[in-house]
């Protein structure tokens, strides 16, 4: 069992950089494919980015591909999103999420919430026009 904390939220201008980063604890931190989702107030949880286990692999959901980065160090066990030319529309609770790999392939096309097994408590990012 991994256990994940959100670190680095905040309120920003528009047009600014934040970087999350997500600690965890408990295993073997290679062991997982990581992901990031948001929830903005009302709204469903939504799908951000995603790792593969030795942070080659990555995926992202079209809204933040030119602007957001993910990334991971498996010897500080830790994963980051780094986040540039934020817009309002970015403001939600952002949290880091974890799923046991199965097999070698470094893999990040893991975009649902049903496809992962740990969560963190989130972090508040707000952006500010």
């Known amino acids: 069992q991994v256990h994940l904390v959100e670190s680095g939220g905040g309120l920003v201008q528009a047009g600014g950089s934040l970087r999350l980063s997500c600690a965890a604890s408990?295993?073997?931190?290679?062991?997982?494919?990581m992901g990031w989702f948001r929830q903005a107030p009302g709204k469903e949880r939504d799908f951000v980015a995603a790792?593969?286990?030795?942070?080659?692999?990555?995926y992202y959901a079209d809204s933040v591909r030119a602007r957001f980065s993910i990334s991971r160090d498996n010897a500080k066990n830790t994963v980051y999103l780094q986040m540039s030319s934020l817009k309002p529309e970015d403001t939600a609770v952002y949290y880091c999420?974890?799923?046991?790999?199965?097999?070698?392939?470094?893999?990040?096309?893991?975009?649902?919430?049903?496809?992962?097994?740990?969560w963190g408590q989130g972090t508040q990012v707000t952006v500010s026009s």
């Open positions: 408990g295993d073997i931190f290679s062991r997982y494919n």
């Open positions: 790792i593969g286990w030795s942070g080659v692999a990555t």
């Open positions: 999420a974890a799923r046991r790999r199965t097999s070698l392939q470094d893999a990040s096309t893991y975009d649902s919430i049903s496809d992962y097994d740990y």
